[in-house]
């Protein structure tokens, strides 16, 4: 046996993994929380809405998702609400998670906002609104959960969602697909501080996923403009449980030799072809 295969990582007997979900109430953010369940950890599932964490805890609290309950398994799931555009209240927030865990072991922030609009109409308060949901936010609360008593003694990883709006032409989404560039310049940068400390941060560049945010803008579009973004994902659009699946792998002792990387999930859009290639 090596001395890797005979150190045990898993938390001691008695104790829990806890994971912070930030954004779980709709999209990858929920189910996210639902997988975690599934699959053991407890989860602290924060949202500005009360309403969508209040449904999530009837779920699993009958059983729809997470494994039967039983005496140590009830409350696995604690939602916190938290306004994550209001930074200066971070700090109070973070304190309210670590009392209620004792320190995560990993974070994925999938908090975010967006607006189609033209780059001549996109005026500072929006960026600033935009910014501070998407970008400041998830600084501020790795800065936070980065210190002493905030995250586990072992370590703990992080995990941020960027957009292919950062790496290609998107009508209005000049300042989204800034905000989400700016989560991945900093990853490179914070994880090679963060890896002294046993934390690991890595990111997701996500194609189009069919959330609620990305369908109000998908709903508007004309039937022949949806057949066109269709034949841009060949294997078609993306689910929020594609996007979970990998996001609980890299929250996972299974990544543990990951860090500070940026990873795309978008369907095949990125090599995909034209029919006129393909002639």
Not at 18 to 41: C, D, N, P
Not at 160 to 174: D, F, P, R, V, W
Not at 217 to 233: G, H, P, R, V
Request: hydrophobic share 40%.
């Amino acid at each position: 046996m090596t001395a890797r295969e005979g150190q045990k990582r898993e938390c001691p007997e008695g104790e829990r993994r806890w994971m912070l979900v930030a954004g779980a109430s709709q999209g990858i953010g929920r189910a996210t929380v639902r997988l975690l369940l599934k699959e053991g950890y407890s989860v602290v599932a924060s949202a500005r809405g009360v309403e969508p964490l209040e449904e999530l805890a009837r779920e699993y609290a009958g059983g729809k998702v997470g494994p039967e309950l039983g005496p140590a398994h009830k409350d696995r799931l604690k939602i916190l609400p938290c306004d994550f555009a209001q930074i200066e209240k971070l700090q109070d927030y973070v304190s309210n998670v670590a009392d209620l865990t004792g320190g995560i072991s990993g974070m994925l922030y999938a908090a975010g906002m967006q607006k189609t609009l033209p780059l001549t109409q996109s005026k500072f308060p929006l960026a600033e609104e935009i910014f501070r949901v998407n970008t400041f936010a998830a600084f501020e609360l790795i800065r936070l959960f980065a210190k002493k008593g905030a995250y586990r003694p072992e370590g703990a990883s992080f995990v941020l969602l960027s957009s292919m709006a950062a790496h290609e032409g998107a009508l209005g989404k000049a300042l989204y697909g800034a905000a989400k560039g700016a989560l991945e310049g900093f990853i490179p940068a914070a994880s090679a501080e963060l890896v002294m400390k046993k934390i690991r941060m890595n990111g997701l560049v996500l194609g189009v996923v069919q959330t609620g945010m990305s369908m109000q803008f998908i709903e508007k579009m004309s039937e022949d403009q949806k057949k066109a973004l269709q034949a841009e994902y060949p294997l078609g659009l993306g689910e929020p449980e594609d996007a979970a699946q990998f996001v609980a792998y890299l929250l996972s002792e299974k990544a543990r030799w990951i860090t500070g990387q940026t990873f795309t999930l978008d369907g095949g859009h990125s090599v995909r072809t034209t029919y006129s290639e393909r002639m």
